[in-house]
């Protein structure tokens, strides 16, 4: 198609300040994102993300290195366009910033495709459904036992009937602060028991560990949590180590979910084969984007494994769960819905636990150039203010 040829791609790393305030009690956090424009020589911009991880590394990669490679590639071939990013940034299979690199570039090309064949970018994936079901994760670090149950007893007022707390609380994450673990898991127990009590039986309740603990106290934690009903136990390994995992699975009958860290389809692969996960979570704007997600999506329906977010970012997760048949659950991150807003203006929100796709052409929405050139003259993350 004419005047479809790249023209320019250039990325934007920003630290985005957000104001949490549930229930009357407010809380202060910042995440980091990288922004990723594609311009095609007919003018048209579409607009990429990525996130949890060092946007100004990501942003290096795409203007030091990916940029100039792809001018006057086809914007609509993403397929030559992803195998091309592959060998250039991942030539020997690794993961890490190179595949959120990726995916900012890719998700960008899917809504360039999008505002030039003028389809929402969920239909161009396939159209299966207009809606998609959405939990909220709501329970962070932050909140103490007694703000975590009048929160989520906020958000059952609003007619949601499926939360996720964080548990685990970083606790490998800095060997050179050591810290208790007997003592995390026994005070997780406490706060999701708290939030159980507070919402009933009837609302599915979802914990993630952020790949914060190892296999021994995982286990603890998971017979800990047992009685409390758990819907899924997401990530609760370091590194979504397999054999652990798979330790993991023998000792709790709670279903075990992974993916929304990992970058490249073979970890999929590896995870599925091993039966070392009972949910499979990719995540578009981390995992190579839409065009292989689309991949991993079509594994996992060969598994008959489950398809759900992780890792946030519903707004653009969405279009992977609304186009596929074997899309599931979205993920509603408060803290990063916040950030989105804080990026994009308002956004379109869950009505009782459920959220509507965009007719719009591409992802439906874009960044407002006024806010963003405001939250770039802030001084970036440096590791710190992760989802």
Known sequence: MQGTEIARVAATPLNVPVVLDIAGIEKKTSLSVCLVEVEDRAGRIGHGFTAITEEEVVAAAVNEVAAHNLA??????????????????????????????IAAIDVALWDLKGKVLGQPVWRLLGGARATVPVYVTFGFG???????????????????????????????????????????IAEDARRVRAVRDAVGAEVDLHVDANCSL?????????????????????????????????ALRRATRLPLAAGQNEGLAWRFRD?????????????????????????????????????ANGGAWAHHNMHLHGGLA???????????????????????????GVLALPEAPGLGFAPDAARVKELAKRPTSHGKGKA
């Open 271 to 307: 995870l599925m084969t091993a039966r070392a996960v009972d949910i499979v979570q990719p995540n578009v704007v981390i995992g190579g984007g839409f065009t292989q997600c689309q991949r991993i999506a079509g594994m996992a329906s060969a598994f008959n494994m489950p398809l």
């Open 72 to 101: 006057g590639e086809d914007a609509l071939a993403h397929e030559r366009i992803w195998e091309k990013l592959y060998w250039l940034l991942s030539p020997r299979g690794q993961t890490g910033y190179a595949s959120h690199a």
């Open 326 to 352: 074997h899309g599931g659950l979205v993920e509603y991150h408060y803290a990063a819905v916040k950030v989105c807003e804080a990026i994009y203006g308002a956004l379109p929100s869950p009505q009782a």
């Open 214 to 246: 190892d296999a021994f106290h995982a286990g603890q934690l998971a017979r800990d949590l047992e009685a409390q009903g758990i819907s899924f136990f997401e990530e609760p390994v370091k590194e979504n180590d397999i054999p652990a995992l798979l």
């Open 142 to 184: 932050a909140y103490d036992r007694d703000e975590l149950a009048a929160a989520a007893k906020w958000w059952v007022g609003q007619g949601h009937r499926r939360l996720k707390m964080v548990v685990g609380q970083h606790a490998l994450q800095r060997r050179d602060e050591p810290r208790a673990i007997d003592q995390v």
